[in-house]
């Protein structure tokens, strides 16, 4: 049996061009190899999944590629960057601070540090979470990290910059990675569908995307597993049931209940919900983002930021046409409320009926202080 390997790893780019979602940050890192102007350090900060590592990696074998590209790649061709592709090159080292996080780690690192690359002009020290490292290792790591021999260059990598010294801020060169948007993780995860041969529905990739929070990693992993779930045909029904999403038809139908004060329908609903395994307060939650989008739905020039299919961006349209700005203004403050009580709440499912409640008597222009009960 072949061995299987993961899309987040089988996908992982190899050079600048192929990374997803960080152009201008990449295209800074190609003008300054191409004008030979590198810094001794470099800081690579943002949210996990988002390529500081692979970054960190390109980097490294493209300041010591033999023959780069005009596009400011490295070659793929000299034995420098086949050596890197291997896994055997000597001028790359890599440091989880996550796990080596005391000084004698950081010892032996500077002790390397004198030596010189065999092949290629510079080591590439990679320090990964680097905010894990004790005070005593910064510490050792100050005097090095500010003159380090010439050949050698350090990129710090971490989830938490704030918790990084400001002396260590100040000896690099920081970049802040983004979190991917979800139309790049869609336009990445159509790519690797097409590459295995998985067929898709969008809306199923805009669930995915969705559900990665920005994370291109994250993303991944979780069409790797609703792939094998729908045994190569990704759909929405199929995707939504394997990940425990609440589809958005649920939230569309309580919105309509809302708007014809149609209470008794509100409770079957929420009851339909509770009894799929959701917890009221991810449904609140999720009715909180909902109300939102309608908002940010009724004008035609701010629709465009829903970050969903085209389908749903014009059910939202639709429905926000017939909500009343200042229902969505109340009702937005409802849910607000409610999930600011919800944790303190001694009769948590009450709590969320009684906004559902307060909500379509919003709705239907009632007052809130005494609902009715029987639908309009």
């Not at 002790?111 to 690359?117: D, S």
């Not at 995707?239 to 309580?254: E, G």
């Amino acid at each position: 049996m072949e061995n299987y390997i993961v899309s987040a790893r089988k996908y992982r780019p190899v050079t600048f061009s192929s990374v997803v979602g960080q152009s201008s940050l990449t295209n800074t890192l190609k003008n300054s190899i191409s004008s030979g102007k590198l810094a001794h350090a470099y800081l690579f900060c943002g949210p996990r999944g988002v390529g500081k590592t692979t970054c960190a990696r390109i980097f490294a074998k493209t300041i010591n590629c033999l023959s780069p590209l005009a596009n400011g790649d490295a070659c793929e061709q000299c034995e420098s960057c086949k050596a890197f592709n291997e896994q055997r090159s000597l001028n790359i080292h890599e440091l989880d601070a996550a796990s080596n996080n005391g000084i004698e780690a950081i010892r032996s690192l500077c002790e390397q540090v004198n030596i010189p690359p065999q092949i290629g002009k510079y080591k590439v020290y990679i320090i990964d979470e680097v905010h894990m490292l004790s005070t005593a290792a910064f510490n050792a790591f100050l005097k090095t990290l500010e003159e380090p021999p010439a050949h050698a260059i350090f990129i710090l990598a971490t989830t938490e910059k704030h918790k990084l010294l400001p002396t260590i801020l100040s000896r690099c060169q920081i970049y802040d990675f983004n979190r991917m948007t979800v139309q790049d993780i869609i336009g990445h995860l159509e790519h690797v569908a097409r590459q295995e041969g998985i067929s898709y529905e969008p809306s199923a990739l805009n669930v995915i995307a969705q559900k990665a929070d920005g994370g291109m990693r994250d993303a991944l992993s979780i069409f790797d597993q609703v792939a094998t779930f729908c045994r190569g045909n990704i759909t929405y029904s199929q995707t939504i049931a394997d990940l425990n999403v609440l589809d958005y038809d649920y939230y569309f139908k309580i919105v309509d209940c809302f708007l014809t004060g149609n209470v008794p329908q509100l409770m079957i609903i929420y009851n339909e919900i509770l009894s799929k395994g959701f917890d009221g307060s991810y449904f609140i939650g999720g009715l909180n983002s909902h109300l939102r989008d309608l908002l940010v739905s009724k004008d035609p020039s701010t629709v465009t930021l829903l970050e969903t299919s085209d389908e749903i961006r014009q059910h939202y349209a639709e429905q926000a046409q017939r909500c009343p700005v200042k229902f969505l203004y109340d009702a937005l403050r409802k849910c607000t409320d409610c999930d600011l009580n919800y944790k303190q709440s001694q009769n948590r499912r009450l709590l969320v009926e009684l906004t559902l409640i307060e909500i379509s008597q919003i709705g239907r222009g009632g007052e809130t202080s005494s609902p009715q009960l029987t639908p309009a």
